[in-house]
């Protein structure tokens, strides 16, 4: 499964940041809920160590993130339809992978683009509607770093993916996945490049975040794998 994720025009009103090595910083969304969490993005230093407020505008340099997905523990989570249904598809071993919109940081090289930037490896999926107070108060105590179980509401319909942390990561360097279009008014949109619908299968408006791509035929999971250098 493909899902988009991470700050975009949106949510943040900005892209995170390619530089010239195709590297790298994956900026999360900022959060819409009382939350406990209180990292800001001027807190989180990024890969390239400096604080993600330095490439966003100063407008939201100190808003409190939503770290969604998380690569410690790997954690993953929506309560929102239709993504929540499509979320509890997703078996153990399957691969939840992870695209953001990337903006150039002072270079030419790369385009204003979609990239997959990681994936989790399942371990297990959670329908919180289906568990006892008990198991949701462990998942509380076991799941310290996910999002929504920082969140100061109820859970709701979330669904929570939980990663395989030993085989699941950020990438270290974007791989572009996109292509840009022009609609019949003149606006530009992002699709699935022609080299990926041809290792991938998929095709069309992969813009959206609400409608994550499924991939289930072979020869592209195939694909996919050797594309994130799993095989």
């Known amino acids: 499964m493909l899902l988009r994720i991470g700050i975009d025009s949106t949510a943040g009103g900005a892209l995170g940041p390619i530089f010239d090595d195709g590297s790298f910083e994956y900026i999360p969304i900022p959060e819409g809920w009382e939350s406990e969490e209180q990292?800001?993005?001027?807190?989180?230093?990024?890969?390239?160590?400096?604080?993600?407020s330095e490439f966003l505008?100063?407008?939201?340099?100190?808003?409190?993130?939503?770290?969604?997905?998380?690569?410690?523990?790997?954690?993953?989570?929506?309560p929102t339809s239709p993504k929540r249904s499509r979320l509890l598809k997703l078996e153990k071993n399957d691969l939840l992978v992870f695209?953001?919109?990337?903006?150039?940081?002072?270079?030419a090289k790369y385009e204003r683009g979609l990239y997959i930037i990681g994936y989790f490896l399942v371990d297990a999926v959670i329908d919180f509607n289906k568990l006892t107070d008990i198991e949701i108060d462990n998942y509380y105590n076991v799941y310290r770093n996910a999002a929504h179980l920082k969140r100061n509401k109820s859970i709701g319909d979330l669904v929570m993916v939980v990663g395989d942390k030993n085989q699941s990561k950020l990438l270290d360097k974007a791989i572009k996945i996109s292509q840009l279009r022009n609609n019949i008014k003149g606006s530009r949109y992002h699709i699935v490049s022609k080299e990926m619908e041809r290792l991938l299968g998929i095709s069309g408006s992969i813009q959206r975040s609400s409608t994550p791509r499924i991939i289930n035929e072979e020869m592209y999971l195939k694909n996919l794998r050797a594309l994130l250098s799993l095989d």
């Open 57 to 78: 505008p100063n407008a939201i340099a100190d808003f409190v993130v939503h770290y969604d997905p998380e690569f410690v523990t790997c954690t993953y989570g929506d």
């Open 39 to 52: 990292k800001t993005y001027r807190d989180i230093i990024g890969q390239k160590g400096k604080p993600l």
């Open 99 to 107: 695209y953001a919109g990337l903006d150039p940081y002072k270079n």
